[in-house]
Every structure is written in structure tokens, then in C-alpha cells.
């Protein structure tokens, strides 16, 4: 497993999670210069960007999160993180980790986030 993924759950609209992907095996060497992403699939649809992180430093953001949630990456760690706040009940979903370099993609197993109205 090249990323684990953590800190998904149950979570009332308009509360807070903050979602963890910890860097693993060969990603850890390759941190620096890798760019990384969180993706979202929802019952019955499919799987959706929804932040990056490039290792440019440059972040983007779906529309319907912008605002809302905030990505970063700790560096010495080898850790990503995306702050979910003023959750909806639309954001919920399985959160998935992901992990491109050199054109190459890795995922981690997805958390679930569940948000109740």
C-alpha cells in the first residue's frame, strides 16, 4: 500500500473533519515532487476531484468545495490533509488519497465520510 488513508466517519451538516493520507513505501522518497489529490465517490456516481496539491505548491479545488475545505501537505511528516469544515450532506462519499508522479497514479483505500442532515 502506497498511501493509507484516515479520518473519515459520521459527522452532523456543518461540523468538521479533517481527513489524513500518510505517504508510504516508495511515495516517501518521492514526496517532494509528487502531486497529490483527494477524489470522492458518492453512491451511484462517479469518482470526482475534488483537491490538489501539486508539488509546484499550486492547489485546486472542485466548485462545489471551494471555501469549504482546504488541503495541504506536511513535508517532514510525508502527510496530506484535507480540512472538511461546513460539511453538507452532499459531501458524503468514500475519500480516496491519490498520488501522481512521473504519470504514474496511486491510491490509497478510501475512507468514508458520512454526513447527516
Known amino acids: 500500500v502506497q498511501l493509507q488513508a484516515s479520518g473519515g466517519g459520521l459527522v452532523q451538516a456543518g461540523g468538521s473533519l479533517r481527513l489524513s493520507c500518510a505517504a508510504r513505501?516508495?511515495?516517501?522518497?518521492?514526496?517532494?515532487?509528487?502531486?497529490f489529490g483527494w477524489y470522492r465517490q458518492a453512491p451511484g456516481k462517479q469518482r470526482e476531484l475534488v483537491a490538489v496539491?501539486?508539488?509546484?505548491?499550486?492547489?485546486n479545488y472542485a466548485d462545489s468545495v471551494k471555501g469549504r475545505f482546504t488541503i495541504s501537505r506536511d513535508y517532514a511528516k510525508k502527510m496530506v490533509y484535507l480540512q472538511m469544515n461546513s460539511l453538507k450532506p452532499e459531501d458524503t462519499a468514500v475519500y480516496y488519497c491519490?498520488?501522481?508522479?512521473?504519470?504514474?497514479?496511486?491510491w490509497g483505500q478510501g475512507t468514508l465520510v458520512t454526513v447527516s442532515s
Open positions: 496539491f501539486n508539488s509546484s505548491g499550486s492547489t
Open positions: 491519490n498520488a501522481r508522479w512521473h504519470g504514474s497514479d496511486y
Open positions: 513505501r516508495s511515495i516517501l522518497s518521492t514526496f517532494r515532487t509528487t502531486d
